[in-house]
């Protein structure tokens, strides 16, 4: 049974009726990671949705220091649902965070991120809604190994379905195995996965999703994407944060795992999570405009990609947030690393789906993002760029439909603009470009401090200095 509670009266009976003994409490710290704290059942009353539950914010990234450690976790009883994942019958909601000086919200919550960036979109008289529909693929392994010491640095994956497996020569070998970057839609038995998708997509739609599509993604190894149905921006941040829970947990129970890194294997297709966005207004697709000027798109929706084109290197340092996403944004791999807009063109970072005339499905794809991201921060900043695109009128550079890959080799004077090269870079260009995030008080300065600093102190820094096993092929002998 899915909870379509929308009050601490409704989740309380639902707590009775299912005879449920725990609930769990979830939230993600600045980064995305999922943390929980589970309470006995008989424990949870009215008060717990009016004063929380509390816990130590000095021992989750990126909060508090050790002397301001209190906080407060708040339920919302809007999402709650029945866990699959317990031996015993659990309830779980997702949690914003509060700080207990004053009970208001916590300025590093990466949920009170994506509330506050709504609420703005509603006070504008910009739209009523932001409808969102990311679309996060993954790989799944039948076993990886990792390790970096002093004296060695390695990593192996490995999968039955792996092109480098076709020459086993064992019982377990069939030959299923797919070439490098050619499994997309592959049809069973070389797509070995699609009973398992369908699996985890009955469970997400179980848990309150709604599953549209699954399919073999290009990557050979095992790449996967299921597709899910768009929402209001906090709620489809809540429904990524469930989808890769659910996905890890699903692919874990078989005894394999299931990883959203963007890039872990060399010379195979990235995984992305291309991020559809579209406004609504009292029912209406902002987006839609029969008689627009280009691929039916509104004014409106042009100043909204003008503003992501003009803020995307910066917005990338959170779509795009660890050292791995930049070895994803290389030419050849249809990676999304120009700043253009197209309609048809998969490697422009902005394209515009063909929707029939559908006003309903009219919508604008930014296709740079990766599964990596905090979806709370991401959705938000990518919101906080089409605000001051339509706010300021920014028009976008004119659409491309050529081989962009082609235009940028003969691009001498580099006027096609690029995405990030490497994280340093994109944290850079945050650095210098944060004033559309923060000018509301939707992303907090201590925020965005908080992330380029621990970005560079934790990250940048801690893959700069570590020997890569491509640098002894290069200059062990020199």
């Known amino acids: ?16 009726d299912d005879q449920i003994e725990f609930v769990d409490f979830k939230f993600v710290d600045i980064f995305g990671m999922l943390q929980h704290v589970t309470a006995a059942a008989d424990t949870v009353s009215e008060t717990t949705f009016n004063r929380g539950i509390g816990f130590d914010g000095s021992s989750v990234r990126g909060f508090q220091n050790i002397n301001e450690s209190d906080m407060i976790l708040m339920p919302d009883p809007e999402s709650a649902f029945i866990d699959p994942f317990f031996d015993r019958p659990v309830l779980s909601m997702f949690c914003d965070v509060i700080d207990p000086r004053g009970m208001t919200p916590y300025t590093r919550d990466p ?53 480098w497996n076709t020459g086993l020569q064992d019982d377990i070998n069939r030959g299923h195995q797919a070439a490098v970057k050619q499994a997309y839609f592959a049809a069973p038995p070389v797509d070995n996965y699609h009973n398992l998708r369908s699996d985890i997509a009955q469970m997400l739609r179980q848990c309150g999703l709604s599953p549209e599509l699954h399919h073999h993604e290009v990557g050979a190894a095992g790449q996967c994407e299921i597709g899910f149905r768009f929402g209001p921006l906090k709620h ?19 005894g394999k795992t299931a990883t959203f890194m963007p890039k872990p294997l060399l010379g195979e297709n990235g995984s992305g999570m291309h991020v559809n966005v579209s406004l609504e207004k009292q029912g209406q697709n902002l ?44 030419p050849g791999y249809e990676a999304p690393m120009t700043l ?45 760029a089409g605000i001051d695109g339509i706010r300021n009128e920014i028009e976008p550079p004119p659409p491309l439909e050529e081989d962009i890959f082609e235009m940028i080799e003969a691009d ?27 000018k509301d008080g939707v992303f907090t300065p201590d925020m965005v401090q908080t992330w380029i600093d621990y970005k560079r102190a934790n990250e ?5 200095i570590k020997p890569h096993p491509a640098e002894f092929e290069l200059y062990y002998n020199s």
């Open 287 to 330: 987006f839609y405009d029969p008689n627009g000027s280009y691929a039916e798109l509104s004014q409106m929706a042009i100043h909204f990609v003008g503003g992501v084109l003009k803020h995307a290197r910066s917005v990338c340092a959170f779509t795009n947030p660890t050292t791995n996403s930049y070895r994803r944004l290389v």
């Open 111 to 163: 949920r009170g991120v994506a509330r506050r960036a709504e609420r703005l979109l509603r006070s504008e008289g910009i739209a009523d809604t932001a409808n969102l529909g990311p679309e996060l693929e993954f790989f799944i392994f039948d076993s990886v190994s990792f390790s970096q010491e002093t004296q060695h640095g390695y990593y192996f994956l490995n999968s039955d379905s792996a092109s």
């Open 236 to 254: 489809q941040a809540d429904a990524a944060t469930k989808y890769k829970y659910i996905v890890k947990n699903m692919v874990s129970k078989l």
């Open 340 to 384: 253009v807009y197209s309609s048809r063109n998969r490697s422009a970072s902005v394209r515009v789906p063909e929707t029939a005339g559908e006003n309903r499905a009219k919508r604008i794809e930014f296709r740079t993002p990766d599964p990596s991201a905090n979806p709370y921060l991401a959705f938000s900043a990518v919101l906080m």
């Open 460 to 464: 940048i820094d801690y893959v700069r």
């Open 412 to 438: 001498e004077a580099g006027h096609i603009r690029s995405a990030p090269a490497s994280l340093e870079e994109a944290i850079n260009a945050l650095e210098a470009d944060h004033e559309f995030l923060v």
């Open 1 to 16: 049974m899915v909870s379509d509670a929308l009050g601490p009266k409704d989740v309380l009976g639902q707590i009775k």
